[in-house]
């Protein structure tokens, strides 16, 4: 490691690699059900967007065109009920990983305390320890730090697929404010709500009260639109925080491509896609859930977004091996924080085939 470079964990999948040996020698091939990247074909609409816009050889807009701009204010209203956004107060972003790890340095954050949850996307931690901040795990239910800066939250969760009622959102969001911290609501699985849940933007009225101060939502159109190749992200909210970000990544170069800018634009303008996605995510997760529940698992939330999280009350690194010996790959919930020891993390996230292949071999 260079000087003055923080010290990050591992990646964590790279201690996998004795586990995906494993799993990639069954006889029928390798069911990988353990990271979150799409699978299915980019829809129509988006690839015709990205063909019109081949011949882009001027620089594209670090704040996105107005169209996009406005697609994103249309979209989180028509399919979130969100209102009072303007669209100078939205910023695309170049995949939302690269925002959640750089946003505490973007927001000069250095020497600070951001809360995270038990249970949380890794990178959210890997973002405070590039900003020189501290990264804290803070439960639901229990108080922020009075030093807390910035809180994020995450509904639908990745990796448990919990969502969090109006009214515990509500709550973090006022506690947030008493103590000077900016909430950032990783979003990017709002649109994938599952059937009986009813997950809700940071941005909804019901959350914040009528005032978008100090609140950024961040949607990723990786997992409802299969862009994740296109890194094709925004973030949205308060339009002085927005202001500010957009400022620093115009200096630091952070644009996103114009073609994908409009890959986005028409994405966001239409619904048919993120429903059939939807369908899609639901069948897969209906059969994996009636599987591994006969296959003696135990489920917890689970409800929402792209994962399956599942226990057999032993160590997480045990129930991979056993999956592996099935040609089935998934996470360890320790992934994820050291609450997730007992957990893995099922990703629905494979082929209609290998999903079912995946059913299948869990009999045995």
Not at 86 to 100: H, M, N, Y
Not at 336 to 357: F, K, N
Request: charged residues 20%; negative net charge; hydrophobic residues 40%.
């Amino acid at each position: 490691m260079s000087p003055g470079l923080p010290a990050l964990p591992d990646f964590p999948w790279d201690s996998l690699a004795a586990e995906t040996a494993t799993a990639r020698s069954h006889p029928d091939g390798v069911v990988d059900l353990s990271v979150g990247t799409p699978v299915d074909p980019v829809p129509a609409v988006v690839a015709t967007a990205l063909r019109e816009a081949w011949n882009s050889p001027g620089y594209p807009q670090t704040h996105g065109t107005p169209g996009l701009r406005h697609a994103v204010v249309d979209a989180l209203g028509r399919r979130y009920g969100v209102t009072g956004l303007e669209p100078d107060a939205v910023l695309p972003t170049i995949g939302s990983k690269e925002l959640v790890a750089w946003l505490p340095t973007l927001l000069g954050l250095r020497g600070t305390t951001v809360a995270i949850p038990s249970l949380a996307y890794p990178t959210y931690e890997v973002g405070a320890l590039l900003a020189g901040a501290t990264a804290v795990r803070v439960p639901d239910d229990e108080p922020l730090p009075r030093d807390t800066r910035l809180v994020w939250l995450n509904s639908p969760s990745n990796p448990t697929g919990r969502v969090l009622p109006v009214e515990a959102l509500a709550a973090r969001v006022a506690e947030a404010r008493s103590v000077g911290a900016v909430v950032a609501s990783d979003e990017c699985y709002l649109g994938l709500p599952g059937p009986g849940s009813d997950p809700v933007s940071v941005l909804d009225p019901r959350v914040h009260g009528g005032s978008l101060d100090g609140l950024l939502a961040v949607h990723s159109l990786s997992k409802t639109s299969q862009l994740a190749g296109y890194r094709a992200a925004f973030v949205a909210g308060d339009p002085a925080l927005v202001s500010g970000l957009l400022a620093v990544r115009k200096h630091a170069g952070m644009i996103v491509p114009r073609p994908v800018q409009e890959a986005m634009t028409a994405a966001l303008s239409d619904d048919l896609h993120v429903a059939e996605t939807r369908q899609r995510y639901d069948a897969r997760r209906a059969l994996l859930r009636t599987a591994l529940t006969r296959a003696g698992f135990g489920l917890d939330h689970s409800e929402a977004g792209l994962y399956l999280w599942a226990t057999r009350g032993e160590p997480c690194r045990t129930t991979v091996a056993w999956f592996a010996e099935r040609g089935i790959l998934v996470a360890p919930g320790e992934f994820y924080g050291p609450d997730g020891g007992q957990h893995v993390r099922v990703a629905l996230t494979a082929s209609d085939e290998r999903i079912e292949a995946g059913a299948a071999r869990l009999g045995t």
